[in-house]
């Protein structure tokens, strides 16, 4: 039996440990053999592998008899169940959630293995499966520079002059641009606004951020900006998503101003309207309820041509 590397043997000899319900304990250990017996020393198994120059792998030299013993104590964790192992096993949920929490990972060993792995491992593993995947805090940020290097894109005048003018040339977006000329540049365009974003740079984005990194101290620098770049795109993926069911739907307005509407309407349920004219629009309408304990019930004229 061969294997690539010295951790695979190690792998390989704690999983079936784990299995049987029994210990080993290492004898010897070099970059080039392992040497494992029972940890009961009643028992005559024993393992000996070791790295074959010729064949750049590693083989199991020699296996001697089978584990004549039994563990006389059950307990809820296992000696071998290091947090390299649980590492292996928890990978793919570190690297689909970075955020997993600690008593998660310990139920999915529970479940996996069938023993109650203490939180000091569980964590262990944790940090050993960011650094598998991420790297390690030392060299986190030397990584930094090709991961903001994105930021040096700016949206300037001539660009936005290209687009601006090609989406003008379009003739159904003749009334977009009508829209949009009536708007401030600077209120709209990346190019346009000084670099102030209109005031969300500093407002409401620094608080949706501050959100979003709010679970990710644990993780080094540049996780930190993986995991922002990658969950800013499932959230355009979602909304997407969402819109192009609402278009298909028919949907005209956004779902914020139809809840709105709605509550306008309910609102509106309880008004006594008194038409006045007609053809010019004109009505009386009278609230039945107080809606405000500031003021009483107020009677309001509603012209519906007038700007």
Request: positive net charge; glycine residues 4%.
């Amino acid at each position: 039996m061969t294997f690539n590397t010295k951790e695979e043997v190690q792998h390989v000899l704690n999983a079936y440990h784990i299995k049987k319900g029994l210990y080993y304990r290492v004898e010897k250990s070099s970059p080039t053999l392992i040497v494992a017996h029972c940890v009961n020393s009643t028992c005559d198994w024993s393992c000996r592998a070791a790295f074959i120059t010729k064949s750049q792998k590693w083989e199991l030299r020699k296996l001697s008899g089978e584990h004549s013993c039994s563990s006389p104590i059950i307990t809820q964790d296992h000696v071998n169940l290091g947090y390299v192992y649980i590492n292996k096993s928890i990978l793919p949920l570190v690297k689909s959630d970075p955020f997993i929490s600690i008593p998660t990972i310990i139920a999915h060993i529970k479940n996996a293995e069938g023993y109650t792995i203490s939180y000091r491992k569980a964590w262990m593993a944790k940090q050993k499966a960011i650094e598998d995947l991420h790297g390690n805090w030392e060299q986190s940020p030397h990584d930094l520079p090709k991961l903001l290097s994105v930021l040096t894109y700016g949206m300037t005048e001539p660009r936005f002059n290209y687009y601006y003018n090609t989406l003008r040339s379009e003739p159904e977006t003749e009334g977009v641009i009508e829209w949009l000329n009536t708007i401030p540049k600077e209120q709209w365009t990346l190019a346009w606004d000084g670099g102030r974003r209109w005031g969300h740079m500093t407002t409401n984005l620094a608080e949706a951020i501050n959100s979003i990194l709010k679970k990710t101290r644990n993780l080094p620098i540049s996780a930190i900006i993986m995991s922002t770049y990658k969950r800013c795109n499932a959230l355009f993926i979602q909304k997407g998503k969402e819109v192009d069911a609402k278009l298909r739907a028919d949907q005209v307005y956004t779902e914020i101003m139809n809840r709105a509407m709605r509550d306008v309407e309910s609102k509106a349920n309880t008004h006594h309207v008194l038409e006045f004219d007609r053809h010019s629009t004109r009505f009386l309408v009278q609230e039945t309820i107080n809606p405000r304990e500031t003021r009483p019930t107020g009677t309001f004229t509603v012209r519906l041509h007038d700007n």
